[in-house]
């Protein structure tokens, strides 16, 4: 049985006071219950104070980014090894924003993947199609192609431990979101694609659905088979937001 993973990805907002006062609301809130993991993913400068403020509580701690180079003259960047120092288990790489914005290659990616590992961290690996992409019927292979890139640079073997978020582009903060039953088309084909490599590691992997994820909509996508958790945008910006998506999860 593979556990929920519930991860908020705060993106660039907030302030030292407002990561705090969020922190602490969610860390008093942590549903009862096992079977499921929570993860905040907080700006860089907040990493730090908040690795403290969630210190011997249920809530782990995740960063957004992170350089694909060990160490060096490589200005504004920050290291895997840096953000594990601070307490970081995860590390989310492939974020469709960096791949638009900041013209992410798949091989960066993959590279990142990579220094995320080598340093001890679990990397969360989003994927997803665009609208266009959607439409013209090419989700699988667009998806196919990103995490190819990955399998290829590392083999099977790197994504036991690794986390998948399945994030449609088309639903990242628009309010829409994929029904249950087309997120879960998507999520069972990843982890078929991962099983033409071995079948143990498919089973294994958790596989997050990201984008417009809610407290009213969760437990619809929390209850198909192949979705293992949410990586959530704007719902992770208050505690009550998150809570309810925990909740949700802590049901399923
Ligand atoms: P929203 O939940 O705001 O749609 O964002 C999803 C996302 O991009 C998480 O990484």
């Known amino acids: 049985m593979r556990e929920l993973l519930v991860a908020g990805n705060w993106k660039m907002n907030g302030s030292d006071a407002v990561s705090a006062a969020l922190v602490s609301g969610i860390v008093a809130g942590v549903p009862e219950g096992s079977g499921f993991r929570l993860v905040v993913c907080p700006p860089f400068p907040y990493l730090a104070s908040v690795a403290g403020q969630i210190a011997g509580s249920q809530v782990a701690l995740g960063a957004q980014n992170v350089s694909e180079h060990e160490v060096g003259a490589f200005t504004g960047e920050t290291a895997a090894s840096m953000l594990k120092d601070v307490g970081c288990e995860y590390v989310i790489v492939g974020h469709s ?14 590279a990142k993947f990579q220094a995320t590992q080598s340093a001890g961290m679990t990397p969360i690996l989003c994927v997803g199609e665009t609208l266009e992409e959607r439409e013209a019927g090419t989700t699988e292979t667009v998806i196919g192609e990103q995490l190819d890139a990955v399998l290829s640079a590392t083999g099977i073997d790197a994504f036991e431990p690794a986390v998948i978020a399945y994030e449609p582009v088309w639903a990242i903060g628009t309010g829409l979101t994929a029904t249950p039953e087309q997120a879960q088309d998507v999520h069972r084909h990843i982890r078929a694609r991962l099983a033409e490599h071995s079948v143990a590691v498919a089973e294994n992997v958790q596989i997050l659905y990201g984008g417009s994820m809610k407290g009213e909509n969760a437990s619809g996508l929390l209850s198909m088979p192949d979705i293992d958790g949410g990586l959530i945008g704007g719902a992770s910006l208050k505690p009550s937001d998150f809570l309810a998506i925990a909740e949700a999860a802590a049901q399923s």
Request: hydrophobic share 30%; net charge negative.
């Open 97 to 110: 924003e960096r791949r638009a914005m900041y013209s992410e290659s798949s091989d960066q990616v993959a």
